[in-house]
Every structure is written in C-alpha cells, then in structure tokens.
C-alpha cells in the first residue's frame, strides 16, 4: 500500500484539524443531542426520537415547524425564480463584447454582498418605513403613490419583501459564477456560428447555455443550502420573534427561539439540537436529492 508523501499531510493537517474542530464535531454533538431530553432540574437523558416526534407530531409544536418549514421553502424559490434568471441575464449582458463600463457595472452589482446584513436589513428598513421612509415619497413622484403599502408589516407580504431584499443584496454571487462560465466558453465555437450565420440568441441558447448547465446547478444548489440556512436578515430586521404573527418564521429563527428560548419560551438545547438535525437533514436531502437526479445527468451530458 503505497503511503502518502509526508508534506501532503502537513499541508492537510491544519485545515483538517480546523474543520474537524469548528465543524464535524460540532455537527456530530448536536447529532447525539438531539436524541437526548431535558428534565426539569436541567440534567438530560436519553430519549430516543421523542423529541422529533414531538416536533412533527405534537400541536404545539408541529404547527411552527411546518410553517417555518413553508416560508422556508417560500423564500427558496423566490431566490430561485428571481435572483438566478436576474443572475443569469446581468451575466449575459456583462459579458457582451464591446460594452463599455462592464467593469464598473460588474463592481456596483457585486458591492452589495459585501456588506453586512445586518446594515442591509436596518437600511431597507428605513427605506421601507411608512412613517420617515423614502419609498413612500419616491412612488409618489412617479405616480405610483397609491400602490404604496407598509410591506414589511403585512402578513401577506413580509416574507416576499425580505426574500426581495435578500435577491437584490445577493444576485451578484450567481452573476459572477455565472459570468465566470461564460468567459470559459471557447471562443472558436462561437466565432464558427457566427460564421455560420447563427444570431445571437441562438449561439446563446444552443451552444453557450448547455456549456453553462454545471454552472446552474451548482448556483441552484448554492441558493438552496444559503436559503435554508438563512437567519440572519430576518433575525436583524424581524428580530426572533419573525413578526407578524410569525409570518417570517423560517427553521433558523425557530431554531434560535427553540435553542436559546426568547421572551415567554424557555430554551431547550435539546428540542433546539432535534430541530438543527432537521434542517440538516432538509439540506442533506435537497443536495442528495440534486446529486443523484441533475449532476448525473449533466455529467453525462458533459461526456
């Protein structure tokens, strides 16, 4: 059996040794601490899968996950249908030869996923406020005025505007990728159909979106785990409560109300472990899920 080099090791050991402490055995814990229940004095026990039981079963309980689970899967596909197709065409656009400014436009496009969400969050806020907010004033000016409403106070249309906030912070993430997929497409095979007499939109749609499918997928399958490991827009604009009437609520704010207990709820490491190994489980699935139906495919069709 032939033996690794010993300089590969060295150069791995850190970042497995980093990984392994701030990431496979944290998971591995709160795997195990999800089958364990806590009494009343604080010490725990054994429990098996009771407490995903009561979470999927139990009134009380059953009702928040679903719906978190529901605007969870709401706010996915609003990024799915909006930011990546908006993604995909900026890309596009971008990588036209001969247009001026693409730098510059790339850079204004790209600057908002810099910033903290936290700063997103509070300034969208006060953009959106219907008491000092400037929205209100601006759709007056272009006579849209009575199309106004408080968005982010409504039931109906909280989350949407929180998702719309979330897509226009981060469609420059699949724009790049997507760009970068672009720039890698050979520039003979283009050139060829342009000799050939293809327009644009058919050298577009017949031979640089297929080269481009890996790059989607993966895009998709990134929006996908971010969407269902969002919590931190909601948490700074909504706060933990995910207001109103929970209508916002989605697995990371349920679990942060779960785990650390917020106003009337007391915190319950345990119940909060079971529902982090529930949406890790969600995740694990959708990319399993992605793997074996989609990436076999594009694979093949690579090959």
Not at 8 to 18: D, G, K, N, R, S
Not at 47 to 57: D, E, H, P, R
Not at 207 to 230: D, H, R, S, Y
Not at 287 to 295: L, N
Request: net charge neutral.
């Amino acid at each position: 059996m032939k033996r690794m080099p010993w300089h590969i090791a060295v150069f791995l050991a850190p970042a497995v040794l980093v990984y392994s402490v701030f990431s496979a055995l944290p998971l591995l814990d709160t795997l195990r601490l999800g089958f364990y229940a806590t009494t009343d004095t604080g010490s725990t026990h054994f429990a098996g899968l009771s407490n995903y039981l009561t979470i999927l079963t139990d009134p009380a309980w059953s009702a928040a996950f679903w719906n978190a689970m529901w605007n969870n899967c709401k706010f996915f596909f609003i990024h799915l249908l909006i930011q990546n197709p908006i993604g995909l065409v900026l890309a596009t656009l971008l990588s036209l030869k001969g247009l001026k400014g693409a730098r510059h436009y790339r850079t204004l496009i790209f600057l908002p996923t810099l910033l903290s969400v936290v700063i997103i969050g509070f300034i969208w806020q006060l953009i959106l406020s219907p008491l000092w907010g400037v929205s209100e004033g601006l759709m007056a000016k272009v006579g849209l005025g009575d199309y106004f409403a408080p968005w982010l106070g409504q039931e109906s249309s909280a989350l949407i505007t929180l998702a719309l906030i979330s897509v226009w912070q981060f469609v420059g993430i699949p724009m790049m990728l997507i760009y970068a997929a672009l720039l890698a497409v050979p520039e003979d095979i283009v050139e060829a159909a342009h000799v050939e007499g293809a327009s644009a939109w058919r050298i577009f749609w017949e031979i640089k979106l297929p080269l481009i499918l890996p790059t989607l997928g993966l895009v998709t399958i990134l929006t996908f785990v971010g969407n269902f490991n969002a919590f931190d827009l909601i948490y700074s604009v909504k706060g933990a409560i995910a207001g109103p009437n929970y209508s916002t609520d989605i697995l990371g704010t349920l679990f942060y109300r779960t785990f650390f207990g917020y106003q009337s709820q007391v915190g319950s490491p345990t119940m909060g472990a079971a529902v982090a190994t529930l949406m890790f489980l969600v995740i694990l699935a959708g990319v399993g899920t992605y793997f074996y139906f989609v990436q076999r495919k594009l694979t093949r069709y690579e090959l």
